[in-house]
């Protein structure tokens, strides 16, 4: 940038192989723009550090902004995030075409938007490296799921019946061992050749789960705030590691009410028109759609833990699904919803979880009969233990009593009902 000394705020539209630039100055016009390359990075620091240290550069939160941030904070610049959803329904609003430019030139206008409406969190690397191992393990666990369907398809295409709950277990695998063994006539030559590959592949996923699973627990065991959330019913140290992951820092958050919309346990209302009957259900009720899809899992598998447990989240699950006769989907999303404002205190306390110390809901049975418990054994009050002698008390002066007179009320005859004054009535002679 040739006028460096003018340059108070950058917005940066991020790509694949290339990101556009726009400067702003303090009056809020636009200095310079320029584009940077991707492929050759020393050319892209070089750029970099002829910025003007400490001047704010604003991102749009979308793929691949990460690595970008990291050489933003290497080269002495202020790297922001802004959120991607709330940008382009700005543009929407001022009514103007998507492009390149167009997009640089907003995120650079944002700097001077307050409050920060715009802004979302920019996660550190470290944060962002246990997200990346954690996506890494979901990604092995769905593609192993996907080969276990593909192997149940080929049994089913040829029609090989078995009875196995389990036929990747002990029994069920030898049971598939057979199955691809040459003088086996169950299978033609197509399937067994099909069922092998997908077998070898199955245990190589397996292996890099296991792999990626010690990974986990290593990291999990000498982390505090993962252990913390152990103490949770129905989280196991998976979960823990991939809600410590998700949620990042804590004290981001304002309340729990904020967790839970970012964890998209919160319900949102979309009414419109008449208001529902009374006997009917709210109708545009659900939970919101912009947030971490993970963490929302997270909490749901563990809700179903606390649920099987039993306990307080079991009471809740019943007391909203009529003891699991209904709603049972929206029952585990209470339960996760509850689980969830639960850590936010444990978290920001820094407390373990203990269910004794929980407060009872207000008006429950279990309160009133502690509050009758608490009313029988009061104790009596001993009477006899009072002193018995008269306190010597000095009499009191009479003061003479001051005589006020009676005040005399003017009152006026009025006809009854109207508040006219009653005049005589005289009688008239025919």
Known sequence: MRTNCKVTQIGCDCHRTFSTITARDEDGLIVSR???????????RKQLNSWPKGTPVILEGTFGWGWISDELLAAGLDPHLASSTKTAAWRKARGLAKSNRTDADLLSELWTQQPRWWEVWLAPPEVRDQREWLRY???????????????????????????????????????????????????????????????????????QIASATRAFRKQALGSPTTMRLRTLPGICWILSYTINAEIGDVGRFNGAKQLCSYSLLAPLANDSGLEPKEEEPSKGRRVGLVGRRTLKWAWIEAAHGAVRKGGRFRAIFDRYTDGGKRNRNRGYIVVAHELCRIAYVLLKKEVDYDPSSA????????????????????????????????????????????????????????????????????????
């Open 34 to 44: 320029e584009r940077l390359e991707h492929g050759d990075r020393a050319k892209l």
């Open 137 to 207: 393990r979901m990604s092995l666990v769905a593609t192993q799921t996907a080969v276990k369907n593909r192997i149940h398809a080929v049994m089913h295409r040829h029609g090989i019946i078995h009875g196995f709950s389990d036929l990747f277990g002990k029994a069920g695998r030898n049971f598939l061992n057979l199955l691809i063994v040459a003088d086996d006539t169950r299978l033609p030559e197509s399937g067994q050749q099909t069922l092998k590959g997908k077998l070898q592949l199955l245990d190589q996923l397996r292996r």
């Open 359 to 430: 407060p009872d809901r207000p008006g429950s049975k279990k309160k009133q009969e502690a509050a009758e418990k608490k009313a029988i054994t009061r104790k009596p009050l001993n009477v006899e233990s009072r002193k018995t002698e008269p306190r010597k008390t000095e009499p009191r002066k009479k003061e003479p009593t001051k005589v006020k007179p009676m005040k005399v009320r003017k009152t006026s005859k009025s006809r009854p009902g109207t508040g006219q004054p009653h005049r005589p009535m005289v009688a008239v002679v025919a």
